[in-house]
């Protein structure tokens, strides 16, 4: 109960953990996506600057090499243009030589002087390189001149060029990203919500549903417009007329027992009421009434042992005490006690055995339910009418057929003789000690011992009960 008590809790509600779980997967997707998305955008804009430099680098490198800057120095027209590229990239340009004199720097801080670092003469090695560093958030260039008739590499042309404005450009996009990245939280958070809203009502309905059942304000549960627990639904429709249909057997049996217990006792009462206004009597009718009472008295006791036998057998705890058994010789010693039953209704009773059978059975219980059948075929049998037992088995199952030629039971009667109390005929039932209950206490031993009973009958002609029980009883 405690534990239950904690489940009802917030950390228990699906719709909580529906709702984390997707926040958390939808968080993490749109962080990464506006991460990648961020970082292409910037690769993609220095990619574009670079490819700007070094094509212009290029033009310039030629200027450079065709107006022999290196050997005669510079000329106006090859200044303008580095100067005009140096001003348009936020940088600097310098011509240096191939033994790494600064022949001319834009910035006139170098001129003159020697500068042969790593990217200087990897140029003048005849490669050309441009990368972007990071830290000082610029671009490098270094690109060999070369002559144009020698071949020869006569000098480098080198560039730096300060990115800053990519990064104020990328500011303003991480700002754009952040109102869009905000946008698609709260959208993802309402949507989220509807979707937990969507997948929790069916059971929030299937819960209200189930307590206007419980309540008694509805008879069958209503089925929510949902697909995925229509199904739970009609499971628990089924269940739930089963129960009824339950309860109203359950309610029909205690009618039925009420009825049949008083029956005896009205009988009685009127025997004996008929008895008390006749006080002079004589001793004969006394005697006649008290034997009538006698009956009625072993009528009642009858119902009562049957309907114990029977409660007994509902009860699921009701174990089998299982025996192996030689069925031969138990079906002979049934027969041999009835036998002077079917003396006295003049009926004759056979027993065939096709086999010597052994197998696990309940010998008491068993026997009940074989000698109900059989006495069932002596009582509603005719005079110098026949009982035919059999008895047969194969590799896995061993069969009793009870077959009479007595008074039959009409078609419309066969799938109810089973049920508690049905008789077919009251007054020959009665006649005959019935109490309706033989049967049912028969068909619950055998289905007890996980075999089953058919029947077969023509009215006026005869009836063959078939039973079948495995040899081998399993749990
Ligand atoms: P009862 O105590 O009345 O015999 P049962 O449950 O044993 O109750 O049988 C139910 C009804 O089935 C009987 O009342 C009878 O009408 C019918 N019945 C059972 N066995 C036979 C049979 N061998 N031949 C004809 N009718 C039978």
């Given at each position: 109960?405690?534990?239950?008590?904690?489940?009802?809790?917030?950390?228990?509600?699906?719709?909580?953990?529906?709702?984390?779980?997707?926040?958390?997967?939808?968080?993490?997707?749109?962080?990464?996506?506006g991460?990648?998305?961020?970082?292409?955008?910037?690769?993609?804009?220095?990619?574009?600057?670079?490819?700007?430099?070094?094509?212009?680098?290029v033009?310039?490198?030629?200027?450079i090499?065709?107006?022999?800057?290196?050997?005669?120095?510079?000329?106006?027209?090859?200044?303008?243009?580095?100067?005009?590229?140096?001003?348009?990239?936020?940088?600097?340009?310098?011509?240096?030589?191939?033994?790494?004199?600064v022949?001319?720097?834009?910035?006139?801080?170098?001129?003159s002087?020697?500068?042969?670092?790593?990217?200087?003469?990897?140029?003048?090695?005849?490669k050309?390189?441009?990368e972007?560093?990071?830290?000082?958030e610029?671009?490098?260039?270094?690109?060999?001149?070369?002559?144009?008739?020698?071949?020869?590499?006569?000098?480098?042309?080198?560039?730096?060029?300060?990115?800053?404005?990519?990064?104020?450009?990328?500011g303003?996009?991480?700002?754009?990203?952040?109102s869009?990245?905000?946008?698609?939280?709260?959208?993802?958070?309402?949507?989220?919500?509807?979707?937990?809203?969507?997948?929790?009502?069916?059971?929030?309905?299937?819960?209200?549903?189930?307590?206007?059942v419980?309540?008694?304000?509805?008879?069958?549960?209503?089925?929510?417009?949902?697909?995925?627990?229509?199904?739970?639904v009609?499971?628990?429709?089924?269940l739930?007329?089963?129960?009824?249909?339950?309860?109203?057997?359950?309610?029909?049996?205690?009618?039925?027992?009420?009825?049949?217990?008083?029956?005896?006792?009205?009988?009685?009462?009127?025997?004996?009421?008929?008895l008390?206004?006749?006080?002079?009597a004589?001793?004969e009718?006394?005697?006649?009434?008290?034997?009538?009472?006698?009956?009625?008295i072993?009528?009642?006791?009858?119902?009562?042992?049957?309907?114990?036998?029977?409660?007994?057998?509902?009860?699921?705890?009701?174990k089998?005490?299982?025996?192996t058994?030689?069925?031969?010789?138990?079906?002979?010693?049934?027969?041999?006690?009835?036998?002077?039953?079917?003396?006295?209704?003049?009926?004759?009773?056979?027993?065939?055995?096709?086999?010597?059978?052994?197998?696990?059975?309940?010998?008491?219980?068993?026997?009940?339910a074989?000698?109900?059948?059989?006495?069932?075929?002596?009582?509603?049998?005719?005079d110098?009418?026949?009982?035919?037992?059999?008895?047969?088995?194969d590799?896995?199952?061993?069969?009793?057929?009870?077959?009479?030629?007595?008074?039959?039971?009409?078609?419309?009667?066969?799938?109810?003789i089973?049920?508690?109390?049905?008789?077919?005929?009251?007054?020959?039932?009665?006649?005959?000690?019935?109490?309706?209950?033989?049967?049912?206490?028969?068909?619950?031993?055998?289905?007890?011992?996980?075999?089953?009973?058919?029947?077969?009958?023509k009215a006026?002609?005869?009836?063959?009960?078939?039973?079948?029980?495995p040899?081998?009883?399993k749990?």
């Amino acid at each position: 109960m405690e534990k239950d008590k904690e489940k009802t809790g917030r950390l228990y509600s699906m719709r909580i953990r529906l709702f984390v779980l997707l926040l958390i997967l939808t968080l993490g997707f749109i962080t990464v996506a506006g991460l990648v998305i961020r970082n292409s955008f910037r690769s993609a804009a220095i990619e574009n600057r670079k490819e700007k430099i070094s094509n212009q680098c290029v033009q310039l490198a030629g200027q450079i090499v065709e107006a022999g800057v290196i050997y005669s120095g510079m000329t106006p027209r090859v200044e303008e243009s580095l100067v005009q590229m140096a001003e348009d990239y936020s940088g600097r340009a310098l011509v240096i030589s191939s033994s790494g004199l600064v022949k001319f720097d834009t910035a006139s801080v170098d001129t003159s002087k020697y500068l042969l670092d790593t990217r200087v003469l990897q140029a003048l090695n005849g490669k050309k390189n441009i990368e972007w560093n990071n830290t000082n958030e610029n671009i490098l260039l270094a690109m060999p001149l070369v002559g144009s008739n020698s071949g020869e590499i006569i000098g480098v042309l080198a560039f730096s060029s300060s990115a800053a404005d990519i990064g104020a450009l990328m500011g303003k996009t991480n700002n754009v990203i952040l109102s869009v990245y905000i946008i698609m939280i709260v959208t993802a958070i309402a949507a989220i919500l509807l979707l937990c809203n969507m997948v929790v009502r069916p059971f929030k309905q299937m819960g209200d549903s189930i307590r206007k059942v419980g309540s008694g304000l509805q008879t069958g549960m209503d089925q929510p417009r949902c697909k995925e627990t229509t199904e739970i639904v009609s499971a628990f429709n089924v269940l739930l007329d089963h129960m009824n249909q339950q309860d109203q057997l359950r309610a029909q049996f205690v009618s039925n027992v009420s009825h049949e217990l008083k029956t005896p006792i009205t009988s009685m009462r009127v025997l004996a009421d008929s008895l008390l206004s006749m006080p002079d009597a004589p001793i004969e009718l006394y005697q006649d009434f008290m034997k009538d009472i006698s009956s009625e008295i072993d009528r009642e006791a009858k119902i009562i042992s049957d309907l114990l036998e029977l409660v007994k057998m509902d009860n699921s705890a009701e174990k089998l005490n299982i025996q192996t058994v030689a069925i031969n010789d138990w079906l002979k010693d049934i027969l041999h006690r009835l036998a002077p039953i079917a003396k006295k209704q003049n009926v004759d009773m056979v027993m065939e055995s096709f086999r010597d059978v052994t197998a696990g059975i309940d010998p008491s219980k068993l026997s009940l339910a074989v000698s109900n059948l059989v006495e069932n075929a002596v009582k509603y049998n005719v005079d110098k009418g026949y009982v035919h037992v059999s008895l047969n088995a194969d590799h896995k199952d061993f069969f009793i057929k009870v077959e009479d030629n007595g008074v039959g039971i009409p078609e419309s009667d066969l799938d109810k003789i089973f049920d508690r109390f049905y008789r077919v005929d009251k007054a020959r039932s009665r006649d005959a000690g019935g109490t309706g209950l033989g049967l049912a206490i028969t068909k619950s031993v055998v289905q007890m011992h996980k075999g089953d009973i058919k029947v077969y009958s023509k009215a006026g002609e005869g009836t063959t009960f078939s039973v079948r029980i495995p040899l081998q009883y399993k749990e």
